[in-house]
C-alpha cells in the first residue's frame, strides 16, 4: 500500500506552488513578485470567470488562444516548469482516454450510423478489423486537452500561488458559507497531519514483513491499514472537538469583552476588502484584462462557428 | 470518478452545479457548529485514506470510501466530500472549478444515500447482515456514483457515448474491491471504535 499524498512533504502550507504563507518561492527578498502583489480574493474569480468562459468554447482556434492566455500568465508569474509539468500530467491521463475513445466507433462509414454523418463530415483515418478511427472524435478530443489544460495551468497560476488561508479568506470574502470555509481550513490543516501517521502506520506494516498483494489476506491486512488510520483519525477528532468546546467554541472563538473587543470569526475575515490600494489596483487590471480576454475568446468563437 | 475541465457541456455544467448547491445548503444548515472539528479531521482521514493504493495484479485502483464517510457523518459527508473535492482541484487539478459541482454531486449523492439507507444494517447485531450491509454501502456507492459520471458524460453530446459505456465498465471492478474492502474496514472499526459509525453498544465482538 502506498499512500502517496502531496501533503505529507508540505505539512500545514499550502499546495501548489506555495503562497506567502506557505514555504514556497514567495520567501525570497523580492516581494515585488508579480504573482504575491495581487490579492488572492481577485486571483481566484479571475481564474472562475476564465474557467467557465473557456469550458464553454467550441472551437480549436479559441482554445489555442485560451492556452496561449494561460501561458502568458505563467511566463508573467514565473512559475517552475518543472513543477508545472509534474501536476499537469496526470490530469492529462484522463485526456489521453479521451485520444483512443473518442475517435473509435464500431460503425463502419457510410453505415448511416458513423460520427458526423449528420453533418456529412464523416473522415475515416484508418480501421483496425471491426474499429474505425474517424477524423471528428481526434478533433474534439484535441480541444477538450487544449481547453482542459488552459483552465489548469490558469487556475495553478492564480490559486496555486497564494496560500491556503488566503484563499479561504478570498473565498469567505465571495460570500461562501463560513461553515464550509472552515471546514475547508481544518480538513486543509488536519490533511499533512494524517498523511504523516498513514506513513508510520505503513511502515509499522512494512517493518512486520507485508507487502500488499491481490489475494484475501493482502486485502484484509489493507482493510485494517485503512480502518486504523480512520480510527486514528476519529480519536483527534474527539479530541479536538473536545478541547474547541471546552474553549467556547461556536463558530466564533469568544473573548472576554473588556476593552470592547469584538470576537474573532473563525476564518479570521471581519469583512473589508483588505489590500492595500496598490495591490488592489494590479488585482482590478489582471481581473479585467482576463476577463476581457476572455470575453474575446468567447466572441471570437462565436463568430467563426 | 472526477471528470475534467473542458469536456461537460454547460447544460450539464449548470445542472450539476446546481444539484451540490442545493446539498450543500440543506446539509450544511443541518451540521451544527459543534461538529465542525471532528467532521473536518475525520474528512482529512478518509482523504488520506482515499489514497491508499489497492493492488490488483500488476495495476493499481484508489478507494472511493465514498459509503463509508455517508454512513460514518450521515449528511455530513456531503460538506466533507465537497471540500476534499476542491482541495483536490486547487491543489491536484484532478477536475476543476466548473466541473466541481458536478464532480461533488457525482461522488456526494451516491454516498449520502448509501451510507443513511445501509446505516441500519451496518447496526445490525447479526454478522452476516452486517457484512452484506456493509458490502452493499461500498459496491452501490461506487455503482452509483459511475452511473452518474457516465450519465454525465453521455449527456454531453453523443460523441461520448462510447467513453462514457467504457468509464462505467472499468469502475466494475472497483465496486467489488470496494464492498469487500468496506466490510473488511467495517469489522475492523466496529471491534475498535463503534462509536465511528455512531454504533455504540451493539458490537457482539464476534471473531
Not at chain 2, 119 to 139: E, H, M, Q, T, V
Request: aromatic share 10%.
Amino acid at each position: 500500500m502506498r499512500f502517496e499524498t502531496p501533503f505529507s512533504d508540505a505539512q500545514g502550507g499550502s499546495g501548489g506552488f506555495g503562497g506567502p504563507d506557505g514555504k514556497g518561492r514567495a520567501n525570497s527578498p523580492d516581494c515585488m513578485d508579480p504573482a504575491s502583489v495581487i490579492p488572492a480574493t481577485r486571483k481566484l474569480l479571475s481564474a472562475f470567470i476564465f474557467s467557465i468562459c473557456v469550458s464553454l468554447l467550441g472551437n480549436i482556434a479559441a482554445a489555442c488562444a485560451a492556452c496561449l492566455v494561460s501561458l502568458l500568465l505563467i511566463l508573467l508569474f514565473r512559475l517552475p516548469w518543472r513543477r508545472l509539468l509534474k501536476i499537469l500530467l496526470p490530469v492529462n491521463f484522463f485526456f489521453l482516454f479521451l485520444w483512443i475513445m473518442l475517435p473509435l466507433s464500431i460503425f463502419a462509414p457510410g453505415s448511416g450510423q458513423e460520427p458526423g454523418f449528420a453533418s456529412g463530415q464523416a473522415v475515416l483515418l484508418f480501421n483496425l478489423g471491426p474499429f474505425y478511427f474517424y477524423q471528428s472524435g481526434l478533433l474534439l478530443a484535441a480541444l477538450i486537452t487544449l481547453k482542459g489544460n488552459a483552465i489548469a495551468a490558469m487556475l495553478l497560476a492564480l490559486a496555486g500561488t497564494s496560500g491556503i488561508s488566503e484563499n479561504c479568506r478570498a473565498l469567505r470574502r465571495l460570500h461562501v458559507p463560513e461553515k464550509l470555509v472552515m471546514l475547508l481550513l481544518i480538513t486543509h490543516s488536519n490533511l499533512g497531519l494524517l498523511a504523516q501517521e498513514a506513513k508510520v502506520i505503513r511502515q509499522a506494516a512494512k517493518l512486520r514483513g507485508f507487502t500488499p498483494r491481490t489475494s484475501p489476506s493482502g486485502y484484509r491486512t489493507l482493510a485494517w491499514l485503512v480502518g486504523l488510520l480512520l480510527v486514528r483519525a476519529w480519536q483527534r477528532a474527539k479530541r479536538v472537538e473536545e478541547a474547541m468546546l471546552l474553549r467556547g467554541f461556536n463558530g466564533r472563538f469568544p473573548l472576554l469583552h473588556l476593552d470592547g473587543a469584538k470576537d474573532i470569526p473563525a476564518t479570521g475575515v471581519a469583512g473589508g476588502t483588505g489590500g492595500d490600494s496598490f495591490a488592489n489596483r494590479r488585482g482590478d487590471l489582471l481581473l479585467a484584462g482576463l476577463a476581457l480576454c476572455s470575453l474575446l475568446i468567447l466572441f471570437g468563437d462565436l463568430v467563426i462557428l | 470518478m472526477h471528470i475534467s475541465e473542458g469536456v461537460l457541456s454547460a447544460p450539464v455544467l449548470l445542472s450539476g452545479g446546481a444539484l451540490a448547491v442545493l446539498g450543500l445548503a440543506y446539509s450544511l444548515r443541518k451540521m451544527p457548529w459543534q461538529h465542525i472539528m471532528s467532521v473536518g479531521v475525520l474528512a482529512a482521514g478518509f482523504f488520506v485514506a482515499s489514497l491508499a493504493h489497492i493492488p490488483i495484479g500488476p495495476s493499481s485502483v484508489h478507494l472511493i470510501l465514498g459509503g463509508l464517510m455517508g454512513a460514518a457523518l450521515g449528511w455530513a459527508a456531503f460538506p466533507a466530500i465537497s471540500v476534499a473535492m476542491f482541495l483536490q482541484a486547487l491543489l491536484l487539478q484532478f477536475g476543476g472549478l466548473t466541473s466541481l459541482g458536478a464532480n461533488i454531486s457525482i461522488v456526494g449523492y451516491p454516498a449520502v444515500f448509501c451510507g443513511l439507507a445501509l446505516r441500519p444494517f451496518l447496526a445490525s447485531a447479526s454478522f452476516k447482515i452486517r457484512n452484506l450491509g456493509a458490502f452493499f454501502c461500498g459496491f452501490l456507492s461506487v455503482l452509483f456514483s459511475a452511473a452518474l459520471s457516465a450519465t454525465a458524460l453521455a449527456a454531453s453530446g453523443a460523441d461520448f457515448f462510447s467513453s462514457a459505456w467504457m468509464l462505467f465498465t472499468a469502475h466494475v471492478p472497483v465496486m467489488f474491491i470496494e464492498g469487500l474492502l468496506t466490510v473488511a474496514i467495517v469489522n475492523f472499526v466496529i471491534r475498535v471504535t463503534p462509536d465511528l459509525l455512531g454504533l455504540a453498544g451493539t458490537t457482539r465482538y464476534e471473531v
